[in-house]
């Protein structure tokens, strides 16, 4: 289309340019607690109203409503028994009718990571708005994740009880919970989820290497969130500085060694896949083995040799290979998932482990629905007791 006559081309502004303009011509410089109302704004130029951004609580049971000028105020969201729960699990968008029109609930997807929902209602609905909508919401999920760094309203607002000074610490280090991408997906569960302190894990996708850790530091409380905050600053410094897998735990056990007395110690496992082949391969360091999950079933451990915790002082230990095949997943999992039991009963183990496991995998839901509704399903089994960090990595090579 030309302009003028003149063969120049025609730079005025369609209506969705336009209203995606709105947000972004003002991201960068607008302020945390200002992301709803400008939301709000974009969507009631759609005819939209009673707009919510709704976050998931770091328990991940509830979607909690953002509180800000512009946006809909309410109860908190039940993630299994509501229909902005159901586009959560599914990340995908959810239409409901109702008596005024139809309300729309859009996931919030920032990288594969779900941030949350985006809930709104309109008169009706068609392929043009469902397509501005979800640019919007695409748009507020990254608004979301670029603001957090400078405020503290989000997550103030994703805390549904009070939690620990360690689970503070442990929360700020993690990286997101989740990461789908087309050659490989991560999901991750921490548990307690408020007082959680030894337990961490740490994941970077790096070109076609997808690097991943899990750390369990020796302890309960302050003691154990700071050596775990060492091992994973170390795994980090050492994977960026491109040292071998074997030399990454020499690294981290001199970094723990260095800082905390002899009998102190951190368990690990650090992993590197090659995304481009599947070729897997692992150091463990006094963690259980991970599971190997093939066509929804658990079909072996990953048994390796393991070197001593870190800060030990073990010998370099050997690197173990397999080669994984498309859609299989990996299981990774701390002792505390395991070995809790009720007083004067066995512990969970990992034979139970492995049974819902097997359950689950049969309903073929995605990496991250699985990894969070196995954590549920085995913190309900062991009586809701916790008495240890338990916490569990899944990540999936798609092939």
Not at 4 to 18: L, M, V
Not at 204 to 232: E, K, S
Not at 362 to 379: F, M, N, W, Y
């Amino acid at each position: 289309m030309t302009v003028g006559g003149r063969g120049d081309p025609d730079r005025s502004e369609s209506f969705g340019e336009e209203l995606l303009g709105l947000l972004l011509d003002r991201a960068h410089e607008l302020p945390p607690h200002r992301v709803g109302p400008l939301v709000a704004t974009a969507v009631a130029r759609l005819g939209g109203r009673d707009a919510r951004i709704l976050l998931q609580d770091y328990g991940q049971q509830q979607l909690v409503p953002l509180d800000a000028d512009g946006v809909a105020a309410g109860d908190p969201q039940p993630i299994d028994r509501s229909d902005a729960g159901r586009c959560f699990l599914a990340s995908r968008p959810v239409e409901v009718p109702t008596a005024g029109g139809v309300r729309v609930h859009l996931p919030l997807l920032d990288g594969g990571n779900q941030v949350g929902v985006l809930s709104v209602t309109l008169d009706g609905i068609d392929d043009d708005t469902r397509r501005l909508l979800r640019r919007i919401a695409g748009l507020a999920a990254d608004l979301l994740q670029t603001k957090n760094g400078y405020t503290d309203l989000f997550f103030r607002t994703r805390r549904s009880e009070p939690m620990s000074v360690s689970a503070e610490i442990q929360w700020s280090l993690l990286p997101p919970l989740s990461m789908v991408m087309p050659r490989v997906a991560v999901a991750g569960v921490l548990e307690p989820a408020y007082a959680v302190a030894g337990d961490s894990f740490d994941y970077a996708l790096n070109g076609d290497v997808l690097h991943l850790a899990m750390v369990d530091a020796m302890g309960h409380g302050l003691d154990a969130a700071t050596m775990a905050t060492v091992a994973i600053g170390a795994y980090r410094h050492a994977r960026r500085i491109h040292i071998e897998l074997s030399e990454i735990y020499l690294f981290m056990d001199r970094a723990v060694a260095e800082q905390f007395d002899p009998d102190h110690f951190v368990t690990a496992q650090m992993m590197r896949l090659d995304t481009d082949t599947g070729r897997l391969q692992w150091v463990n360091a006094g963690h259980p083995a991970p599971m190997l999950i093939r066509g929804h079933r658990v079909v072996c451990r990953l048994d390796s040799p393991t070197t001593l915790p870190v800060g030990f002082g073990g010998d370099q230990p050997q690197v173990s290979t397999v080669a994984l095949e498309p859609g299989d997943r990996v299981l990774c999992f701390t002792d505390g998932l395991v070995e809790e039991h009720q007083s004067g009963q066995e512990q969970f183990g990992e034979e139970q482990l492995i049974d819902w496991v097997n359950q689950l995998e049969q309903a073929d839901h995605g990496i991250r629905t699985v990894a969070r509704e196995l954590s549920h399903t085995l913190k309900r089994a062991r009586g809701e007791t916790t008495s240890d960090d338990a916490t569990l990595v899944l990540f999936e090579w798609r092939g």
